[in-house]
């Protein structure tokens, strides 16, 4: 008995170290790719389900979909209604693993194969780079999940002999519900429904339990990712409960409908069909799976609309506009944190720019300006970065360096803004008055593209005249003042007048040169970009 429980604690582990492995390699891999697909094949509700399905298939992890989902109706990418359909294609998508369990993991001897797997595996990890390390540890993790699943094998072809599941095999409602339930705390003890539905179809594999219990265990094992959506939520953002609640309603609708109609059709299909029959019972429950994920989808699409507002109802958005994208679900893939960081910088530097713009022409009182809002905004993004871990893609890294970069001109830019009362003074004179004008005009043509959903690069054109005007500006800074000085002097004002009047053109001028760093942060040039850090460093 001792030797069975063994094996199979170890199985479950072998196969629960091996999915991690997998799923954590091929989330790196994917990294912005990841977010990009969902960008660009979610713009309609049956693309959103595909692409769910398909990122799903890839990754081999519904959660790593569902928190991109998050992240991105977070940003205002995805509308809700896509996002839920990305969501239930997600569901759809995670019953793959039955299917690759039960064509491969138990359809034949997988261990003259999982260990040389797990060795390749290594190796490429060892001494491959970037890419071909994460590829090994995908490897790796394939064969140890098969390694895990014949363990599985042996240790219930064990239990088969040491325990009788006979009673539990009665067809009454008392018994299913029994076994509906011990479906559910599998999969939270577990914290894996794939882990949970392997053991399951080893254990039928093995006639350790029969095709009835199987599929009502499937039934609550699905009902049963609700507690690990329901426990990510807790404390998470509005977009994380809304996630987490979809997951619950579209789980236990489904379960119930399966529970009622698809269940028994299914084992009246395997009595009296020998087609049926000639399926096998393991590859019929991965069918049994996957079919009432997709009776789901039939349920729940034409109602998407009313589905989103429900939803929203029950859960109106509380938290800040600009903060809300920072969701601390999303660590789990750094490509994500990042572009939510990335868009709540944005924002605030776009609330900026349009304050900048308005009290320069006047349509807002300087003095009014408050910048604890910002102050606030900062505070909640410097502490998200703080708890968020290095990520190991090159190219993650690179953009957490610009972003860190960005984070510190936008702290700049909110001490500019405090400053802001300068621009009465600046009014009083009219050769920079006139600057200050041709300044708002560049400045106001960044706020489009801050706003744009998804950001893409500033243009060079853009960053350019920006970058021209604060040159510009620079070259000719002692002109300026010494006109300042003599237009002072012409005009027998105080000394103090005059100090305020330079400090004021002191304060455009920085302010110019700050907003053209950024710009040059965010423009589309790299080697500029390059060249701005040699500069710092430098510096």
């Known amino acids: 008995m001792l030797n069975v429980i063994v094996q199979l604690v170890g199985g479950i582990g072998l196969f629960l170290l091996g999915m991690s492995l997998m799923t954590d390699s091929l989330k790196a891999i994917a990294g912005e790719a990841l977010r990009q697909w969902l960008v660009r094949f979610t713009n309609s509700p049956t693309k959103a389900v595909l692409s769910g399905i398909g990122l799903t298939v890839v990754v081999q992890s519904s959660t790593a979909t569902t928190l991109a989902t ?45 260990l040389p797997l797990v060795g390749v595996g290594a190796l490429l990890n060892l001494f491959g780079k970037e890419k071909i390390a994460f590829i090994g540890l995908t490897l790796a993790g394939f064969g140890l999940l098969f390694l895990g699943i014949q363990f599985l094998q042996d240790a219930m072809s064990g239990l088969a002999l040491l325990i009788d599941l006979s009673r539990w095999s009665e067809p009454s409602l008392m018994m299913k519900l029994i076994l509906l339930l011990i479906g559910v705390l599998m999969t939270i003890l577990l914290q894996s429904s794939s882990a949970a539905i392997t053991t399951t179809l080893a254990a039928l594999s093995t006639q350790t339990i029969n095709l009835e219990q199987t599929l009502v265990l499937v039934i609550g094992q699905n009902i049963g990712t609700v507690a690990t959506a329901v426990l990510a939520a807790i ?261 103090a007048y005059t100090l305020e009047q330079l400090a004021a053109q002191r304060w455009l001028e920085h302010l110019v040169i700050h907003c053209s760093r950024v710009a040059i942060l965010l423009g589309d040039n790299e080697q500029v970009l390059v060249n701005e850090e040699l500069e710092a460093t430098q510096a």
């Open 235 to 495: 404390g998470g953002t509005t977009s994380a409960k809304r996630t987490a609640a979809v997951h619950v309603i579209f789980n236990v609708v489904t379960a119930v409908f399966a529970f009622i109609l698809l269940s028994p059709a299914f084992i009246w299909a395997y009595q009296h069909f020998e087609s049926v029959q000639q399926l096998g019972p393991v590859l019929l429950v991965a069918a049994f799976h996957t079919t009432f994920s997709l009776l789901g989808a039939c349920i729940f699409m034409p109602f998407l609309a009313k589905f989103e507002q429900l939803i929203i109802r029950l859960l109106p958005e509380k938290e800040h506009a600009t903060t809300r994208y920072l969701d601390e679900s999303l660590y789990s893939v750094p490509a994500l944190a990042i572009a939510a960081v990335e868009r709540a910088l944005l924002r605030s530097i776009s609330d900026m720019y349009g304050i900048f713009v308005r009290c320069i022409r006047g349509q807002m009182v300087a003095e009014l300006v408050k910048t604890d809002e910002f102050d606030y905004t900062l505070g909640k993004i410097e502490n998200y970065l703080d708890k968020m871990s290095a990520p190991q893609s090159i190219a993650d890294q690179h953009r957490l360096l610009i972003l860190l970069r960005l984070v510190v001109y936008v702290r700049v830019l909110k001490n500019d803004l405090s400053s802001v009362a300068h621009i009465e003074s600046i009014q009083n004179q009219s050769n920079i008055e006139e600057l200050a004008n041709r300044f708002a005009v560049i400045l106001e043509q960044f706020i489009p593209y801050l706003l744009n959903e998804p950001f893409t690069r500033i243009p060079n054109a853009l960053v350019d005249e920006l970058a021209n005007f604060s040159s510009e500006m620079q070259a000719h800074q002692d002109l300026v003042r010494q006109k300042i000085i003599e237009e002072s002097s012409s005009r027998m004002v105080s000394a």
């Open 70 to 114: 998050i992240g991105f109706v977070s940003a205002g990418i995805l509308s809700f209604s896509h996002a839920i359909g990305v969501i239930i294609g997600a569901n759809i998508g995670t019953t793959s693993t039955g299917w690759m369990v039960a064509l491969l993991g138990l359809k034949f001897s997988i261990a003259s194969f999982a």
